[in-house]
């Protein structure tokens, strides 16, 4: 999948701090690459810089296209977050509307955000290891009637 080099950058930045990332491994190539033309742009053409990190895409590898929701689900709120703390109006906020925006677009092409059976999904459970029983809302110890209340 092609997405900006922004999003890659911020995407790859969130799985640095993900141990035993499969998204980060997958893409490690392109991530070094990408980060040392950006470090030296940084400091010597921020024209070119800009135009790498705006108008240029990149190919992002996902081998477990959940991780990468896992991840941009946890950015947003983190972007989220870091929007409260800015001043409305200001060139901060503004950015990171921007951000927040957009990666909320991608997130929602990819399926939306990942719920929680899906986040639990990716912890080991004790027992047999098999799959997961449906979370129907009933078995042992539930007194509910079968579809009173639910949708």
């Given at each position: 999948m092609e997405i900006p080099v922004w999003q890659f950058v911020r995407i790859m930045v969130a799985c640095e701090r993900r141990p035993n990332s499969r998204l980060l491994a997958a893409n490690a190539d392109s991530w070094a690459e990408l980060d040392e033309a950006l470090t030296g742009l940084?400091?010597?053409?921020?024209?070119?810089?800009?135009?790498?990190m705006m108008h240029t895409d990149v190919h992002i590898e996902a081998p477990n296209k959940i991780e990468l929701r896992r991840?941009?689900?946890s950015l947003l709120r983190d972007l989220k977050l870091a929007k409260r703390r800015t001043r409305a109006g200001s060139t901060e906020r503004t950015d990171l509307e921007f951000e927040i925006s957009e990666l909320q677009a991608l997130l929602d092409k990819l399926?939306?955000?990942?719920?929680?059976?899906?986040?639990?999904?990716?912890?080991q459970r004790s027992g047999s290891g098999g799959p997961r029983p449906p979370r129907s809302g009933h078995g042992p110890g539930r007194s509910r009637a079968p579809d009173k209340g639910r949708r």
């Amino acid at each position: 999948m092609e997405i900006p080099v922004w999003q890659f950058v911020r995407i790859m930045v969130a799985c640095e701090r993900r141990p035993n990332s499969r998204l980060l491994a997958a893409n490690a190539d392109s991530w070094a690459e990408l980060d040392e033309a950006l470090t030296g742009l940084a400091q010597s053409d921020f024209d070119a810089y800009s135009n790498l990190m705006m108008h240029t895409d990149v190919h992002i590898e996902a081998p477990n296209k959940i991780e990468l929701r896992r991840v941009l689900d946890s950015l947003l709120r983190d972007l989220k977050l870091a929007k409260r703390r800015t001043r409305a109006g200001s060139t901060e906020r503004t950015d990171l509307e921007f951000e927040i925006s957009e990666l909320q677009a991608l997130l929602d092409k990819l399926g939306g955000r990942v719920s929680d059976e899906e986040r639990d999904g990716g912890k080991q459970r004790s027992g047999s290891g098999g799959p997961r029983p449906p979370r129907s809302g009933h078995g042992p110890g539930r007194s509910r009637a079968p579809d009173k209340g639910r949708r």
